[in-house]
Nanobody, 119 residues
């Protein structure tokens, strides 16, 4: 059974940092491109960043480039999102899942982790 468990969210002030984790199980994590998504009320889920299976190819949404860093540990079946200099517009529920590109299909979504950026 596939499990995707996001953690690390919370309430932070603008300019601060946060590190999200995504613990996975039930599928061959090391073979799959993984992505961080986020969603705000009334809006569609958007891709924030993704990292290919080998960890060498990484994409970032333009608005987070230079501030967010994603990484993965294939030995731990875990992915990370280091969020630096967070801004109010980063407020969202963050999810991790398989990248929905290149013929891959995300699994059922986990509960996500809430990030609130507010002064």
């Amino acid at each position: 059974q596939v499990a995707l468990v996001e953690s690390g969210g919370g309430l932070v002030q603008p300019g601060e940092s946060l590190r999200l984790s995504c613990a996975t199980s039930g599928f061959p994590f090391n073979l799959y491109p993984m992505a961080w998504y986020r969603q705000t009320p009334g809006n569609e889920r958007e891709t924030v960043a993704y990292i290919m299976s080998n960890g060498d190819d990484i994409y970032y949404k333009e608005s987070v480039k230079g501030r967010f860093i994603t990484s993965r540990d294939n030995n731990k079946n875990t992915m990370y999102l280091q969020m630096n200099n967070v801004q109010a517009e980063d407020t969202a529920v963050y999810y991790c899942n398989v990248l929905n590109q290149y013929g891959f299909t995300p699994y059922s979504w986990g509960q996500g982790t809430q990030v609130i950026v507010s002064s």
